[in-house]
């Protein structure tokens, strides 16, 4: 398989195809995502990845101001929107959309990135820490994991 990972803002050519492949993924917050690309609401620095099997949509993430983390807090960037399809899992996709979306952060200058996740153990095994739960915007509270970027700890 030959696996392409494109960085993408508003301007991109396939900006409203990613939207289009969001919002009809087998992922329910996929449809807010595609919400999130059409309204306009990314920050200019801000990035959606995604990632491509032979021409075909098969995963996305986002890098993003916070994300779902309560803007009361200070940390930023935030990893999020992380999904690969069933057909294209087991092929370290998520890992390579992560890894993207890191070598972005560290390209504006960031020396950590976030992520929330209610996932314990999983993004651990790309070099992220937990440090805690905090309150996310959709109510409750998630883990909130961290890497280092400039440090060298990264993936």
């Known amino acids: 398989m030959m696996?392409?990972?494109?960085?993408?803002?508003?301007?991109?050519?396939?900006w409203e195809s990613a939207a289009a492949f969001a919002e009809n993924c087998s992922w329910g917050a996929g449809k807010t995502l595609a919400r999130l690309m059409r309204s306009g609401?990314?920050?200019?620095w801000e990035r959606a990845f995604a990632a491509f099997e032979n021409e075909s949509f098969a995963g996305?993430?986002?890098l993003t101001e916070k994300d779902e983390l309560d803007p009361k807090y200070p940390h930023?960037?935030?990893i999020g929107f992380v999904f690969v399809e069933k057909q294209y899992r087991g092929h370290r996709l998520s890992q390579r959309l992560i890894e993207k979306a890191i070598?972005?952060?560290a390209s504006c200058g960031y020396d950590k990135v976030y992520l929330m996740s209610g996932e314990k153990g999983l993004y651990?095994?790309?070099?992220?820490?937990?440090?805690?739960?905090?309150d996310s915007i959709y109510g409750g509270a998630d883990g909130l994991f961290c890497i280092s970027v400039l440090g060298g700890d990264g993936l």
Request: glycine residues 6%.
């Open 103 to 105: 070598e972005y952060a």
């Open 124 to 134: 651990e095994k790309y070099g992220f820490r937990y440090i805690g739960d905090f």
């Open 60 to 62: 996305f993430c986002t």
């Open 3 to 14: 696996t392409q990972i494109c960085v993408m803002d508003s301007t991109h050519e396939k």
């Open 41 to 44: 609401e990314f920050n200019p």
């Open 76 to 78: 930023t960037p935030l």
